[in-house]
């Protein structure tokens, strides 16, 4: 099953540090919902074991998360592959910043599900997808807006 998202959200923070932040495993490790367990492996990566609960599914996904082509202050990639319970998850997601004193980030993401997750129906996890990524976005605005004072 693949699923496709795009949005957009404003932080009180100057690009470069949003960059900074976005791009520092370190910082990610800290705005992860849902995170059981994470380890930071090195400047570019993660390995976390997650939470998740869809409709009456609950289980743990081990997730490795790795940034990727890193074009300083603009934009980014953050790929993700991830199993747990008889699904196997890839999602690989691109943000770019624009502005000076306020930021605006936008970002789309491509997710490819499959196994007992993606049995479930797109509807059921195009609305977890869309509240987990609420979540995320709010975890990290709140994150930088944070570490900018």
Do not use: C, Y
Request: net charge positive; charged share 25%.
């Amino acid at each position: 099953m693949q699923l496709h998202l795009t949005g957009s959200t404003n932080i009180n923070a100057k690009r470069e540090r949003v960059f900074q932040l976005l791009t520092d495993p370190n910082f990610i490790a800290t705005t992860l919902p849902d995170a059981v367990e994470v380890a930071v492996l090195d400047r570019e990566s993660l390995e976390a074991k997650l939470k998740v609960r869809v409709a009456l599914i609950s289980s743990s996904v081990k997730v490795l998360l790795r940034v990727a082509d890193r074009v300083p202050p603009a934009s980014a990639r953050l790929l993700a592959e991830g199993s747990g319970s008889g699904s196997t998850l890839k999602i690989s997601s691109t943000f770019s910043l624009e502005g000076d004193g306020t930021t605006k980030m936008s970002w789309v993401a491509d997710a490819e599900i499959s196994g007992l997750m993606a049995g479930l129906g797109s509807i059921v996890l195009r609305g977890f997808a869309e509240k987990k990524v609420s979540e995320i976005f709010a975890g990290i605005t709140k994150g930088i807006e944070g570490a900018s004072r």
